[in-house]
Structures are given as C-alpha cells and as structure tokens.
Antibody, heavy 122, light 110 residues
Framework: EVQLVQSGAEVKKPGESLKISCKGS????????VGWVRQMPGKGLEWMGI????????TYSPAFQGQVTISADKSISTAYLQWSSLTASDTGIYYC???????????????WGQGTLVTVSS | QSALTQPASVSGSPGQSITFSCTGT?????????VSWYQHHPGKAPKVIIY???DRPSGVSSRFSGSKSGNTASLTISGLQPEDEADYFC??????????FGGGTKLTVL
C-alpha cells in the first residue's frame, strides 16, 4: 500500500528554523516526484515545489523560491521541506504529494500525506 | 502564477447534480489537458477524483465527471450524497512546468 506519512505538528517562534518530513512507503520512492503544497488557514492550496528523489532535481514555484528548501534522502525514502527563518505568514498546513507516473498521465498527484500543521507565533 | 479561480461555496440537495467551475488562463487550463480535481475532507489527505480533465482514477465513483472549455474546467457531481460534502480543489500544469491550484470550493449538501 502506497503511503506518505508526514511528521507531526510544530509550534515555532518567528525567526526559528524548521524542517518537516514526508516518508514514502509501498513504492519505489526514488522514481516518483514528490511535491509540497501549502494551505494557509481558511485558504486554498498553493503549490510550492517538487523534487525527484532519485537525483534531487527540484523545481520551485516562483512564490516560494528562496523562501523554503525542498530536499530528499532517497536512502530513507524521505522528502523534506525546510525554513531557515520562519515568519507568522508561514502558518498553515503543509502537504506532501506523490506525482503520478507510469503508463498514464504523470501530471497529477495521486497520493497525499496527511498534512503537517505548522504554527508560527510569538 | 495566479491561482485558478473557483467559487467559494456551492450547495445542493441529495440526489441533485451540481457543477463546479475552475477558471484559469491560456498558460494553464487553456494550454494543457492536464486539469485535475481533488476532494478534501478537512483533517484528511486530499484525494484525486479527476485527472487529465475527465479521467477518473480506479475506485472513484462514476458520479464524478470533468470537462473543459477554453480556460475553464468543470467538475460535475451527479446524484449528490451526504458524504460528498467536502472542499474541492482544481489544479493544472502550467507552461512553466509548475502546478497551480484553485482556491477551492466548499460543497454543502443540504
């Protein structure tokens, strides 16, 4: 069974750093792109970026370029999203999602993590 | 890349059919047939219900259908059921090889 299991909720202060994780199982983690999506309180989904764990090739949304870092460790089937200095506007739920692949269309996200709530407050 | 535009909320009664709209631009929905729709029950992981404009993943009810015209995609749910109450998000690949999502539509089943 394909699963993406994310790390637990975090409460941080402005200026602190943070790294959240997304562990894949039940499939070849290295050969599927993994994306990150933000949902701010009461808002819609925002695509942040995507990584190919096999070679760490990464694409960022212009809105998030330079604001976050996406990485992956294929040896432990885990993708990461990190901030070097959080602000209150980073508060939200962050989802990882596997980009589909195979014989069909590779242009949607077929499995999602349960989400990680990040709260940034002084 | 601006978010795709979705109505904030729609409502319907059990058994009815309801259609959601999702409006983008010629750089996303209008360019590619790579529109997908996701059902999201708060507190749970989003679930894909439509991909490539109108295809359904295995296991998704045939009550869900999708279409596209120009820069606007649509999701129709027929035979509305109480368990359909959720948030629905559209998404599209863009010409910059990134993805864009909509703001989401909250469906209330009366």
């Amino acid at each position: 069974e394909v699963q993406l299991v994310q790390s637990g909720a975090e409460v941080k202060k402005p200026g602190e750093s943070l790294k959240i994780s997304c562990k894949g199982s039940g499939y070849g983690f290295s050969i599927y792109w993994v994306g990150w999506v933000r949902q701010m309180p009461g808002k819609g989904l925002e695509w942040m970026g995507i990584i190919y764990p096999g070679d760490s090739d990464t694409t960022y949304s212009p809105a998030f370029q330079g604001q976050v870092t996406i990485s992956a460790d294929k040896s432990i089937s885990t993708a990461y999203l990190q901030w070097s200095s959080l602000t209150a506007s980073d508060t939200g739920i962050y989802y990882c999602a596997r980009r589909s692949a195979g014989s069909g269309s590779p242009f949607y996200f077929d499995y999602w993590g349960q989400g990680t709530l990040v709260t940034v407050s002084s | 890349q601006s978010a795709l535009t979705q109505p904030a909320s729609v409502s319907g009664s059990p058994g009815q059919s309801i259609t959601f709209s999702c409006t983008g631009t010629s750089s996303d929905i209008g360019y590619y047939n790579y529109v997908s729709w996701y059902q999201h029950h708060p507190g749970k992981a989003p679930k894909v219900i439509i991909y490539d404009v109108s295809d359904r993943p295995s296991g998704v009810s045939s009550r869900f259908s999708g279409s596209k015209s120009g820069n606007t995609a649509s999701l129709t749910i027929s035979g509305l059921q109480p368990e359909d109450e959720a948030d629905y998000f559209c998404s599209s690949l863009t010409t910059t090889n990134t993805w864009v999502f909509g703001g989401g539509t909250k469906l209330t089943v009366l």
